[in-house]
């Protein structure tokens, strides 16, 4: 269902404030197709965030055994689920071709093998910070982390994993209007976390 034009399963929605579609939208003159769709083949979205240095929308989501990924968002844009993963099914058997690239299918920008189950994103535009301007976060379920990526352009360059030892799921990550980090964990009696530097 992510590859077919007919349902809403594996797609990125893009509508009006009154929920119509806008008559620029890729599919809107496509038959069969639901006009609202902006992209599909995607799996399970679980953050998205607009890069302030150039307004591209970046979305991240879950993969099956491994092949979580960041993807950047194109208009009619084809990301591939589930003819091609960087994963494998829960059962260790392929998903779909087997290949992690087909011809028309949009490449990751970053995958995870194996999963870190990522949750919430953020670019860091503050001043507590400054060597983290540009940075892109996210939180991690599976391995209880918050991961920082450095970027030159649409391109991830390095990662670093921080704040292991906190031993929480780490659900969201935003950036608050002091320039801090915040980090929303599943802790059961429900903590939210701000990361400043040290006085």
Same mark, same amino acid.
Do not use: C
């Given at each position: 269902m992510p590859q077919t034009l007919d349902t809403h399963t594996g797609k990125l929605l893009r509508i009006r404030p009154d929920g119509t579609a806008p008559p620029d939208n890729p599919?809107?003159?496509?038959?069969?197709?639901? !006009?609202? +769709?902006?992209? $599909? %083949?995607?799996?399970?979205?679980e953050g998205l965030a607009f890069n302030p240095a150039d307004g591209k929308l970046w979305e991240q989501e879950h993969g099956p055994q491994g092949g979580d990924e960041i993807n950047i968002i194109a208009k009619?844009?084809?990301?591939?689920?589930p003819v091609v993963s960087f994963g494998v099914n829960y059962d260790d058997s392929p998903v779909g071709t087997g290949k992690q690239h087909h011809a028309g299918m949009?490449?990751?920008?970053?995958?995870?093998? !194996?999963? +870190?189950?990522? $949750? %919430?994103?953020?670019?860091?535009?503050?001043?507590?910070?400054?060597?983290?301007?540009?940075?892109?976060?996210?939180?991690?379920?599976?391995?209880?982390?918050?991961?920082?990526?450095?970027?030159?352009?649409?391109?991830?360059?390095?990662?670093?994993?921080?704040?292991?030892?906190?031993?929480?799921?780490?659900?969201?990550?935003?950036q608050g209007p002091d320039g801090a980090l915040y980090l929303l964990t599943d802790n059961a009696a429900g903590r939210i976390l701000r990361v400043a530097p040290a006085k």
């Open positions: 599919f809107v003159n496509t038959p069969g197709a639901l !006009p609202e +769709i902006w992209a $599909y %083949g995607l799996r399970n979205a009619g844009g084809n990301y591939g689920w949009i490449d990751p920008v970053w995958p995870w093998t !194996p999963s +870190i189950a990522p $949750y %919430g994103m953020a670019f860091y535009t503050g001043d507590l910070f400054p060597g983290w301007k540009g940075r892109l976060f996210h939180g991690a379920l599976k391995f209880m982390l918050v991961s920082r990526l450095m970027l030159d352009g649409d391109k991830v360059v390095k990662e670093e994993r921080m704040l292991q030892g906190l031993h929480e799921r780490i659900r969201d990550v935003r």
